[in-house]
């Protein structure tokens, strides 16, 4: 890696969070690229070559280049995909698949490149169950869940665990008369089950009597805990109703997160967890991409700094402490 | 299904500013909105992808090129 060379960040246009994280790391004389998959390859380019040496190269924007070989960091954010709308189906899908694996391939195997995070690695992650499985893994309380596609065991796990909620496991692009829609996220019965359940994967889960919910947000080695108090069972359904405070996590729990994110090689992660009336944290879900930087304001946490500090890859000593956030004991 | 929270967008249109980076919005008359008046990212729910999918990355096990959301459900 290089200390004078780029940090690329990957993303769409309206990234508000990737606009403070580039703007800070533009304070500090960091120089960065930023492009989307969405931009190839009418403006985004890239010629890599890969010899016994091993990966050199050159990627352009219309605005910057960065030598392969000399890339800092990598922030993978929200790209928008790529899209080939010239293309009949076929081929769109062919030159995507190309774009993906030569384009995708080449940004994920750059030299001593430090990735936040990886973006295979944020694809493991982001399997529900693998996610709970390694939750459980590291040490965390993870509600008892069941994935299926029989509807006998999905009343049989409900019967035994109620209250039990239904999760998608996935939420991908689905719209009605144009609006984005998702399943929300509710109570079941024994009752609602019938046999639409056989028609694909479901996710059950005991639902957590819950007296709070907690994000952590891991920047690095830096660790945010803040408690979340609302009346609503999904906390991202209202921003408006939520109260924001810094907690100490229970003990256990730090080194639990750390070993959940060593699991997946990743080095940032927003981990969500119900409180239980006996103080216990249960671990929901942890999202390798998810947002942070609206609890700054909120908790007056220097998330951004430790963000810039780690895409910068400043050394541990040289960096500012604005106060708060936990810095993690180093696992060895 | 139902539909996502509302979260309005408050702008008509962003562009990359060269020089820093950083997206440049403008309000329908073609203006350029100041920092933080076109909304920032707290929830989830801007139509763009987040990891595995169609993101350039290639797939960590889906192989799948779906288009998501970005938004979480939980508890």
């Not at chain 1, 774009?99 to 195997?109: D, I, K, P, T």
């Not at chain 1, 906390?235 to 070993?259: C, F």
């Not at chain 2, 979260?7 to 500013?17: H, I, K, N, P, T």
Request: hydrophobic share 35%; charged share 20%.
């Amino acid at each position: 890696m290089s200390d004078l060379g780029p940090v690329l960040v990957v993303t769409n246009l309206d990234d508000p969070t990737a606009d403070v994280v580039i703007s800070e790391l533009h304070d500090r004389g960091v120089p960065v690229v930023r492009f989307d998959s969405g931009d190839f390859p009418h403006a985004l380019s890239v010629t890599a070559t890969i010899t016994s040496n091993g990966v050199g190269g050159t990627l352009s924007t219309p605005s910057r280049a960065a030598d392969l070989t000399q890339v800092r960091s990598l922030y993978y954010r929200r790209p928008s995909g790529f899209t080939f709308p010239h293309l009949d189906e076929q081929d769109a899908r062919f030159a995507v698949a190309q774009a993906r694996y030569g384009l995708g391939g080449v940004l994920a195997s750059l030299p001593g490149c430090l990735y936040v995070n990886h973006p295979h690695r944020i694809g493991d992650a982001e399997f529900k169950p693998s996610g709970l499985a390694a939750a459980a893994a590291a040490g965390f309380h993870v509600p008892p869940t069941v994935i299926t596609s029989d509807p006998d065991a999905a009343r049989s796990f409900i019967k035994q665990h109620a209250p039990v909620i239904y999760k998608p496991l996935s939420a991908p692009l689905y719209r009605i008369d144009g609006v984005s829609c998702t399943v929300e996220v509710a109570e079941v019965a024994a009752d609602d089950i019938d046999e639409a359940v056989s028609g694909t994967a479901h996710l059950f889960q005991q639902r957590i009597e819950k007296t709070a919910d907690v994000r952590v947000t891991i920047i690095g080695d830096r660790v945010f805990p803040v408690r979340i108090d609302s009346d609503l069972l999904d906390w991202r359904t209202d921003y408006s109703r939520l109260r924001y405070s810094v907690v100490s996590p229970p003990p256990g729990i730090v080194d639990a997160l750390h070993a959940y994110l060593a699991r997946f090689g990743l080095v940032f992660g927003a981990f969500d967890f119900a409180i239980d009336r006996e103080g216990q944290w249960w671990f929901l879900e942890c999202n390798p991409s998810g947002q942070w930087y609206w609890l700054e304001p909120e908790t007056g946490s220097p998330m951004l700094e430790a963000m810039a500090d780690l895409l910068e890859r400043k050394p541990p000593q040289r960096r500012g402490r604005g106060g708060g956030g936990m810095r993690a004991r180093r696992r060895r | 299904m139902a539909p996502y929270p509302a979260m309005a967008s408050g702008y008509a249109r962003v562009e990359l500013d060269r020089t820093t980076q950083t997206g440049r919005y403008f309000d329908a008359d073609g203006h350029v909105l100041e920092v933080g008046k076109h909304g920032t990212s707290s929830g989830t729910n801007p139509a763009t992808n987040t990891g595995n999918p169609s993101d350039g990355s290639g797939g960590g096990g889906s192989g799948g090129g779906d288009q998501d959301t970005g938004n979480d459900t939980d508890q």
